[in-house]
């Protein structure tokens, strides 16, 4: 779900699609139209996979498809995009 921001207020929450599968402590960033899921835990375990969906002008999330992994895996970590590089 996703809602426009107001100065102090959110507007109505609107149903947009959904992440792949359930999991916890993953980091998300939304940079450059895209929104990443990368890592996290799942009831398997620490996962290494990132996901990315487009983010269109409307606000809408599209399908979410996987892209390079993390080398290992990781959970419950920050993100911080800068100079066009992922940190």
């Known amino acids: 779900q996703y809602s426009a921001l107001n100065v102090g207020t959110l507007r109505p929450f609107t149903s947009t699609n959904s992440f792949t599968a359930a999991r916890e402590g993953a980091g998300v960033i939304a940079w450059n139209g895209f929104l990443y ?3 996290g835990r799942d009831a398997v375990g620490p996962r ?3 996901q990315v969906a487009a983010i269109s002008g409307t ?3 599209g399908p979410f498809n996987a892209t390079s992994s993390l080398p ?3 959970n419950n ?3 911080v995009a800068f100079n066009d590089r992922l940190y």
């Open 37 to 39: 899921v990368i890592g």
């Open 48 to 50: 290494n996979d990132v």
């Open 59 to 61: 606000g809408t999330v």
């Open 72 to 74: 290992t895996a990781a």
């Open 77 to 79: 970590f920050g993100l």
